[in-house]
Every structure is written in C-alpha cells, then in structure tokens.
C-alpha cells in the first residue's frame, strides 16, 4: 500500500500514476511493498524532524524511515516541497521532474541502495535515470 500525506498546500497531480510507478520499479528491483508512506511538508516540517531524529540541523529535501524486512519494503519518506523548488531552480530542472527524482532516491534506498561511496553515488544515479526514463516513455503508465 502507498499513501499520501499532505502538511502543506501541495498536492500530486495523480497519485495513482506515481503509485503504479513507484509499483513498477519495486517488482523490477524483486521487492514488495508493505507499506510506504510519503508526507509532503515544508522546510520547517522537515528541520524539525531531522533535529529530533535525526540529531541534524540543516534543511534537505527528502528524509527516509526505513521498517523494511527482507524483500518487503516498508518505509515512511518525508519531501519538503520548498526545498524541492530550490533545488529545481538550482539545478535548472523543472519542479515535477526533480521531485520525482527525489522520490526514486527515496524509493531505492528503501530497496537498499547506499550513496555513501563514489561507486554507490554512480549505481544509484544510473538507476534513477532508468526509471525515470522508463516514466518518461510512459512504459509504466
């Protein structure tokens, strides 16, 4: 099951076409989900939980919580739409597309992708561009 959750204005223009996404990349990755929970907030929503869980005091993008056992994935992912904003803007994409990026990072570090190391960062980033590309092509919606 995936859910959506909303703490601030922003809402996905279609849930149900990231879910059946969110779905495609999990099976081709021989995974399952449990439960996924994505909660749409603001940078202050999301500070907040990195200082109390985290112990961290900066802003980012995207924290991940991950209950996840064996192939079944089961994780709750918190986006801060603000800061999405200004990383499209930073990075010159368009907001839909770095969010989405964002999602898929999330998504496959739940699978058990590490960014740690160079290596990892370069997996992780080809990975990404495969199911993105494979939502651009609409070969999964």
């Known amino acids: 099951m995936i859910n959506y959750y909303y703490e601030t204005k922003f809402h996905l223009y279609n849930e ?3 879910s059946k996404w969110i779905f ?16 749409f907030c603001d940078d202050q929503y999301l500070i907040n939980i990195n200082n ?15 209950n996840s056992e064996d192939k079944n994935l089961d994780g709750d992912i918190f986006i801060s739409i603000k800061r999405i904003k ?27 992708y590490k960014d740690k190391k160079e ?20 070969y999964v919606c």
Do not use: P, Q
């Not at 869980?53 to 995207?62: C, E």
């Not at 930073?90 to 058990?112: M, T």
């Open 16 to 18: 149900f076409y990231f």
């Open 24 to 39: 495609f990349v999990v099976s081709k990755e021989n995974k399952f989900i449990k439960e996924l929970n994505f909660i």
């Open 119 to 138: 290596t990892e960062k370069y997996i992780m980033s080809k990975k990404e561009d495969i199911y993105l590309f494979f939502l651009k092509k609409k």
């Open 86 to 112: 200004y990383n499209s803007l930073k990075f010159k994409k368009l907001f839909y597309d770095e969010l989405k990026r964002v999602i898929i990072h999330a998504v496959l570090h739940l699978i058990g």
């Open 52 to 66: 109390k869980y985290l112990n961290k005091n900066y802003y980012t993008d995207v924290i991940t919580f991950d």
